[in-house]
């Protein structure tokens, strides 16, 4: 078996001392990154993306991979203990795990999480090493014109899944695709939009944007509610991790539902963890043969959303290993990354660099292992860190970025722009726009952009190639048919039911 | 509160934001005038705070309307950027802000949000107003930016819309101490960190940043200024191997 091979090769590269050790720092600062609320696991990979120059690109990416889905286990502990979310992914697990940590039983509920979490990842990496290979055959199938119809769908599928009104998530990804025109046009090399900046002549940084609008921005909007932010820390001492068998039986079948959402959303372009989550616990919830029970300590409602984020962050991979498309702002940044390393990602990086890519599946069951280590056992820990006031922890974040951004191009002007987008970012949160879709308009710019000239110079400015070609029309006509469904009243207000979940 | 207020109020709220959209129609004008006082004590290069204001006036005044009716008439000179700016941004954020007057706003925050958005949206398309378009059935430089600004006029225009059609939150409370010194601080970083060195520069940043929330206790974030900065300058340097000044130019000369 091919598959076999190829993990076995996987583990090979995953378990020399240097990938285990970056799995591992992977591990723990994403577990970090989740515990502490006020940073998103995008800014810390933005981050964190300097830092990885010095590494070899396997091992770099093993460890922002790590730092993914790291950050959706922490996430879940400070749901639980202190009823506010780590991470935007935990969100519902806060409604009912908190409930549950109130009445004395943190510790099975932090143990069905980190549980659900293990499982949910086993099956996504057996899922990315199964469903590899055939997708990057169909991938080869694939000419501008068809690329330039996956991304479409891939844009409408993240205003499908984002929060909020339809029309300001578009609004979002236009302006994201505007964003990313700053700077030298690829064919003709003139400047675009750059005002003889000659800092502007190479384009916007993408860490620079996403830090600004998801880092600073973050910051200065948490400082506006006040620093001292309310938390109610379960104080007891946290005894009896195992789950009693009743426990074990009710959220079986809440944790294979939510890896099975999980996958199936992880995959989707635009989906990811946070959308995972939610899903899943409406989907509980509506299964459920006594749903008052839910928001009074339900253990499905910790199962399965807990089991959907993780299975989620990791199927996310998928359409990057194969397609080269990034499906979610992390992932994006991971294309950053692969970039700064001389990879370019797409369907060649599966034959080209078997290293890196079986290597990064292999880890990332390593990863789950390591992490279920370090959140149950040592979760004492990482209670203790959130006693750290935010009043400290906020001059420290803000310092941390500056000097990730300044040693990206050791530019001082990057430093500068990433506070104006931060300031930009804070706009946006106050006029209710979402910046993820902003990101991702970003990223997917250029490469639309590119594809969409070929396209059209292939056919020589025939505009009805897109809708000839039977792939791209099907990809076009799903698009097409998703927008339509969104906007129709019954969808809609299914769709507002799954995210106003979390403020009852 | 929303709910207190009169009509009257609403009105003078109005005005306030029309106002606001006025000033927004002239910020790259102002901006520039700004910049260009610079050039008077010799730092960097570009025309004097004179010739901006002139030059602007004109194309504000008299230009665009005379390049509206040339255009009509036929004529096929080319507009400066001054009046193209006018043109392309100023007008049409000026026709907006008087309408915002005759109107009911329902949801200010969707329809300042939108009309801001529109604003940066005509913004780029002045910007790449002076790119080449489309040659043949290839793609000029400025059709993609020209296409994807057009698009977000459009979509900007129904956000606005949507604020004044349906209910919604109003404009919501800004805080300023937060995103002062948290701005000031990055800015004094990418300001200080070639000529003072990462050790001054990120201990001062840290203070600055704190300055951010009125609950920080000066003491204790000193000292936790002060282990940062001692840990980001093995950290970074030496554990990273990222190059970066540690000390200030002066004293290591």
Known sequence: MDIFANLAHGFAVALSPINLLMCLIGALVGTLVGVLPGIGTIATVAMLLPITFGLPPVGALIMLAGIYYGAQYGGSTTSILVNIPGEATSVVTAIDGHQMAKQGRAGPALAIAAIGSFFAGCVATVLIAVLGAPLTKLALAFGPAEYFSLMVLGLIFAVVLAKGSVLKAIAMIVFGLLLSMVGSDIETGASRMAFNIPELADGLGFATVAMGVFGFAEIIRNLDAGAEMSRD????????????????????????????????????????????????????????????????????????????????????????????????????????????????PGPQVMQKQPDLVWGMIASMWIGNLMLIIINLPLVGIWVRLLRVPYRLMFPSIVIFCAIGIYSVNNAPVDVILAGVFGLVGYWLIKHDFEPAPLLLGMVLGPLMEENLRRALLISRGDWSVFLTRPLSAVLLAVAAGLLVLTVLPVLRAKRDEVFTESEN | MADTMGHSATATRNTKVA???????????????????????????????????????????????????????????????????????????????????????????????????????????????????????????????????????????????????????????????????????????????????????????????????????????????????????????????????????????
Request: net charge positive; glycine share 12%.
């Open chain 1, 233 to 344: 820390l379960v104080q007891q001492k946290i005894t009896g991790l195992m789950p009693t068998r009743k426990d074990l039986i009710d959220s079986t079948p809440a944790i294979l539902r939510g890896t099975v959402l999980g996958s199936i959303l992880g995959i989707l372009p635009g989906g990811g963890a946070t959308i995972a989550s939610f899903g899943a616990y409406t989907l509980e919830k509506k299964l459920a043969k006594n749903p008052s029970r839910f928001g009074r300590g339900a253990i499905e409602g910790v199962a399965g959303p807990e089991s959907a984020n993780n299975a989620a962050a990791q199927t996310s991979f998928i359409p990057l290993l194969t397609l080269g498309i990034p499906p979610n702002a992390v992932m994006a940044l991971m294309v950053g990354a692969m970039t700064i390393h001389g990879i370019v």
């Open chain 2, 19 to 253: 106002l606001g959209f006025c000033l927004l129609a002239l910020a790259p004008q102002i901006f520039e005038l700004i910049w260009s006082i610079g050039t008077i004590f010799g730092w960097g290069a570009g025309r004097g705070p004179a010739t901006v204001v002139t030059n602007h006036a004109t194309a504000l005044l008299a230009g665009a309307p005379s390049a509206i009716l040339g255009s009509f008439g036929g004529g096929a000179k080319k507009a400066s950027s001054e009046v193209l700016l006018a043109l392309i941004y100023s007008y049409p954020l000026f026709v907006v802000a008087i309408l915002t007057l005759f109107m009911t706003i329902r949801s200010a925050q969707d329809y300042v949000g939108g009309v801001v958005l529109m604003a940066l949206a005509l913004f780029a398309l002045w910007a790449s107003s002076d790119l080449q378009g489309m040659r043949g059935f290839s793609f000029g430089a400025g059709t993609a930016p020209r296409m994807f600004g057009g698009l977000l006029v459009a979509l900007s225009a129904g956000i606005a819309l949507t604020g004044l059609l349906t209910e919604g939150a109003p404009l919501a409370h800004y805080a300023w101490r937060g995103p002062l010194f948290v701005v000031a601080a990055i800015v004094f970083f990418a300001l200080a960190i070639r000529p003072l060195g990462l050790v001054v520069t990120a201990f001062v940043s840290f203070m600055i940043a704190a300055t951010g929330s009125h609950e920080t206790r000066w003491l204790e974030a000193a000292i936790v200024g002060a282990c940062l900065t001692f840990g980001c300058a093995i950290l970074f340097p030496y554990v990273l191997g990222l190059p970066m000044p540690m000390f200030p130019r002066f004293l290591i000369q």
